[in-house]
């Protein structure tokens, strides 16, 4: 999971400006005074390092911080790397941070990711440090050995025990579901993403927060995010004056009180905790409440606590409901994979081949961490294309860029799950939904688990056309919004 991609107006130096021309609030006026502007295009042409870094993306500086922030984002993406016939390609936008490259080529962002000195931008992801009211860090947003130490300390969470017991929760709370789809009017008809988002949170609490959580409770922590996600992470470019006057703006103060009431849903889970102990041995809670010294405060327990609750449930949930969707506009597709997953038993799914194909090209199609991760370079590297890279560069590496790259998949917007029965090594090296090195994606193995559990469960019983076609969204990840889908149980 990403931010999306921004920069922080008036933190300092316009990189690709000359110095005297630094202020960005002065830059920006003037763009929108001309209404025009080239104006980093047109200037940027004077320096010799243009030469060799990659090019920008077309259209003015405005132009840029308009589709960085806005959903459009992944899309625009696609649209200039196809403009541009190249992967690469700089963004215009006024920060301290050095050059802002969008990353595109699965080997050059493989190249970034694996290197022992790339780091994460700590100017954009401390953004994800305002949803838990206080600002503590958890590992999300953070480097260095207060990274190393909260990711240590939480890995062993990831065994299989723990994948086995939230399988398990996933089970129940898909039976639970598949039973009221049966009784409620119109019969088997669902919102394909609410469902996923319900049964996966309540899957989450319970394996590995020791939490039930209630109807309302969920309703209510989903809509507080929502909230706190809009202003705190979409808007990272314009914070800092959000945060002066922050009691001028009624959305600010809204996502302030969602922020506080995230904090006390979290503050109800670690009571329940601590005052019933834990459940089971090796759960996220557990080792984050009993390790003082990665976790050295209550608050940043639960700061660690909520980023897990965070990144652990709607990535799960919309992916699973992409899939589903693929499967629902392609019933030849969920056909085959019906009559697979019926030679096999509940306990072996997950060893159905074709099941990993419909699934990996569903995360490929519609990868939820759309914007994928950002890294600082910290050494000089080069493109594919032989662009230079230099060192200290910000590079975005977007999922949605890389794995719709059609030099590797053919017709690389087409759901084709059977391009995986013999990939080549490329494709395989291209796929990197939880991206890759160190600071990648520490939930893939839990993740990967409950989509296989709950989507086997869901195929193998019933037949899933489109009932109503929803509209795609993106903000922090790629979701689709009111799309509904019928189920009829298979005779
Ligand atoms: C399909 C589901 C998921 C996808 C596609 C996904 C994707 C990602 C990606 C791309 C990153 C790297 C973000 C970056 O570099 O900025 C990441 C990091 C992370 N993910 Fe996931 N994720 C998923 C599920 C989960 C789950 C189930 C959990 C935990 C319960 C989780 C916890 C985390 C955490 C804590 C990090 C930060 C790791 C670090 O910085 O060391 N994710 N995820």
């Keep these: 999971m990403a931010l999306p991609l921004s920069g922080r107006v008036g933190d300092g130096l316009v990189d690709e400006l000359p110095l005297v021309w630094s202020t960005p609030l002065l830059i920006c006026a003037i763009a929108t005074f001309l209404g025009v502007a080239k104006v980093t295009s047109l200037l940027s042409g004077n320096r010799k390092s243009a030469e ?26 696609l649209d200039v790397a196809e403009k541009l016939g190249q992967r690469c390609f700089r963004v215009s936008i006024p920060s301290s941070m050095k050059n802002k490259i969008i990353i595109g080529e699965h080997t050059t962002a493989r190249r970034i990711l694996t290197d022992p000195l790339s ?43 723990l994948i086995r017991r939230m399988n398990e929760a996933a089970l129940d709370y898909t039976d639970v579901f598949v039973e009221n789809l049966k009784s409620e009017e119109p019969r088997g008809v669902f919102d394909v993403s609410e469902a996923m988002l319900s049964v996966v949170l309540s899957a989450l609490t319970e394996s590995a927060f020791d939490y039930v959580i209630s109807v309302e409770e969920s309703a209510d922590m989903m809509h507080d995010l929502e909230l706190a996600l809009i ?22 103060r809204r996502a302030v009180a969602a922020t506080l009431r995230l904090r006390e849903l979290m503050c109800r889970i670690m009571n329940n905790y ?31 606590l909520l980023e897990f609750f965070i990144a652990g449930h709607e990535t799960t949930a919309y992916s699973i409901s992409w899939v589903l969707t693929c499967l629902a506009r392609n019933p030849q597709i969920q056909a085959k994979l019906r009559s697979e997953l019926s030679a096999l038993t509940p306990q072996t799914w997950s060893q159905s081949k074709y099941l990993q194909m419909c699934i990996k090209e569903g995360m490929r199609l519609y990868p939820v961490a ?49 391009r995986w029965e013999h990939p080549t090594r490329e494709m395989m090296d291209c796929f990197i939904p939880f991206s890759l090195g160190k600071q990648n994606c520490i939930g893939q193995s839990l993740a990967n688990a409950e989509m296989q559990t709950i989507i086997s469960r869901l195929c193998s019983e019933f037949d899933i056309s489109v009932e109503e076609e929803g509209r795609i969204e993106f903000f922090l990840t790629l979701k689709q919004i009111g799309t509904k889908l019928r189920a009829k149980k298979v005779e």
């Design 119 to 161: 780091s994460k931008p700590i100017e954009i992801y401390s953004a994800m440090r305002f949803l838990n009211n206080k600002g503590d860090p958890g590992m999300f947003t953070l480097n260095g050995p207060s990274w190393h130490s909260k990711r240590k300390a939480s890995a062993n969470a990831f065994s299989s025990n």
């Design 370 to 418: 759309a914007a994928g991760s950002i890294r600082n370079v910290g050494k000089d590297l080069k493109t594919e294309g032989g662009f230079i890279l230099p060192k200290g560069s910000t590079c975005f590496i977007p999922m949605m860029l890389v794995l719709n790259n059609p030099d590797v998949y053919e017709n690389p917007r087409e759901y084709n799950p059977s």
């Design 52 to 77: 060799t870094l990659p090019p920008y993306a077309p259209g003015s500086m405005l132009k840029h911080i308009e589709m960085v922030t806005s959903k459009e984002y992944p899309w625009w993406l």
């Design 274 to 304: 601590r005052e019933n102990g834990p459940k089971s041995d090796g759960t996220i809670i557990q080792l984050i409440m009993e390790n003082d010294s990665a976790f050295k405060t209550d608050d940043e327990k639960l700061a660690q």
């Design 231 to 252: 202003e705190f992470a979409s808007k990272t470019p314009t914070q800092i004056h959000r945060n002066w006057f922050s009691w001028l703006i009624p959305e600010r």
